[in-house]
């Protein structure tokens, strides 16, 4: 099963792409909607409601398995390395991993600032302070995705303690986990109707790591007792599959009734009805794992793909958002007849958005600087 | 008989490090040095199993079987017994 691991990391960062892919659909549907249907006044809200729109919002939610499943890979990675004799993580262990996942966020986070300055010297030159930047780099805001780089970061400074803390009182460390999960989903009901106090949404969101720490936890959990999980799959995995279902529909139902009760506008299209903390939410999550895990024998279409996206997918993380934040732009100015057909325009972003990170990865592993491949991907 | 090893070295340093003029000391701690990292181990289970025709066994994938190429060779060692 430790192989198929890859697969599941392949899986997830197509749905990254796809996920964010999936975010501009709005904003080509309903504000640049002029672009191919001239004399159009914007926003233009006559594609809400529309088969494409319901389907982009289904990739948005049945997509946002992949960070979660990142961390499962890296908590029972974290398993591997402390298995055995070996009973602790040596801080060596854990500097030497941070280096490896922040030097190339460093370098794409700073190509992001060039591209961003490079864009608005289109009208003024702006950049900002350095202090700005510092704070940006620090909280993982050079671009929308980056947050991930700052939470994993977060779980390996913590993985000491955590593999320690699981060695000796998993329950305990599972219910914490729990516990931090169970606040996180109170805290956005709770946000739906009324004004929750700004410190909750520090401490659960805001790329903290106590909301996810069930995933990494779970990981490591899964990594220690595998044995025992494997037979416990085996005798609950269709209603394991059954349960992935219903909850994936409950998810796109809860979000949909969200929406009508309460309404609103992109962000909050964004944040509640495509985010990742509701109750069906969570469930579809752990059902997506754990049904992975039980049904080892299945061959997925493009599995073989899949597998070699796998181990890119650190250095797809890091580059995709820059392809897509301006792949848009370039269609907009050269084929903006493209927005009017998302089965069209999805599928080329998210092309696009895989092609070229890996074509430069490609590229550089077969070039005179290879040697710094592991620096600009990981 | 091939040297285990040395496919081993090999595959380290020009898949996983990406750079074949790298030194890798076979008894070298590969998971403290940062030569693997999550990735980097499941693509050598990965390629230990296609190479050498194996099955590693899940309870297998340990930092004592995986922590340098000389644990490693002394792992696929004893498993062809």
């Not at chain 1, 890296?74 to 402390?82: A, L, N, R």
């Not at chain 1, 991993?97 to 700073?110: E, F, G, K």
């Amino acid at each position: 099963m430790t192989r198929r691991l890859l697969l599941l990391n392949g899986l997830a960062i197509l749905a990254v792409v796809s996920n964010h892919a999936a975010h501009t659909g709005p904003l080509t549907m309903f504000w640049w909607t002029f672009l191919y249907s001239p004399g159009t006044a914007v926003p233009n809200y006559d594609q809400f409601g529309t088969i494409t729109y319901y389907v982009l919002i289904a990739i948005m939610k049945l997509s946002l398995f992949a960070v979660p499943s990142f961390l499962f890979v890296s908590g029972f990675f974290v398993s591997i390395v402390t298995r055995g004799d070996q009973s602790t993580l040596s801080w060596k262990w854990v500097r030497v991993t941070l280096a490896r996942l922040l030097v190339p966020y460093l370098i794409w986070s700073l190509a992001t600032f060039f591209i961003n300055w490079l864009q608005s010297c289109l009208d003024v030159c702006t950049a900002n302070s350095l202090g700005q930047y510092i704070t940006i780099l620090l909280t993982g805001k050079a671009q929308d995705a980056y947050w991930y780089v700052v939470l994993i970061c977060q779980f390996y400074l913590l993985s000491p303690l955590l593999v320690a803390l699981a060695k000796t009182r998993l329950r305990l460390l599972l219910l914490i986990a729990a516990l931090a999960h169970v606040c996180a989903l109170i805290v956005v009901y709770l946000g739906l109707f009324v004004d929750v106090p700004r410190i909750a949404y520090v401490i659960f969101f805001d790329n903290f790591f106590p909301r996810d720490l069930i995933y990494f936890v779970f990981g490591i959990a899964v990594g220690f007792h595998l044995t025992a999980l494997q037979q416990w799959l085996a005798r609950f995995k269709w209603f394991l599959l059954f349960v992935l279902f219903i909850s994936a529909i409950l998810s796109l139902i809860e979000a949909e009734l969200f929406y009508r009760i309460l309404g609103g506008g992109y962000n909050y299209l964004r944040h509640s009805r495509g985010g990742p903390m509701t109750v069906p939410m969570t469930l579809y999550i752990f059902m997506f794992i754990l049904c992975f895990l039980a049904f080892e024998n299945i061959n997925y279409p493009f599995s073989r793909n899949l597998y070699q996206l796998g181990p890119k997918s650190y250095g797809i993380y890091l580059i995709h958002p820059i392809v897509i934040q301006i792949m848009p732009k370039i269609f907009y100015h050269l084929a903006p007849w493209l927005f009017a057909y998302q089965i069209l325009y999805q599928p080329v972003l998210i092309t696009i958005s895989l092609g070229i990170p890996l074509l430069f990865m490609t590229l550089v592993a077969k070039s005179r600087i290879r040697g710094i491949y592991r620096y600009l991907f990981g | 008989m091939m040297d285990r090893k040395a496919v081993l070295t090999e595959y380290i340093k020009n898949e996983i490090m990406r750079n074949r003029n790298a030194q890798v000391d076979e008894n070298e701690d590969l998971l403290s040095a940062g030569i693997l990292d999550s990735l980097g181990i499941l693509r050598l289970v990965a390629f230990v199993e296609e190479t050498f025709g194996i099955q590693v066994p899940d309870q297998d994938v340990v930092y004592d079987n995986f922590k340098s190429v000389s644990a490693l060779e002394e792992y696929l060692h004893q498993h062809n017994k």
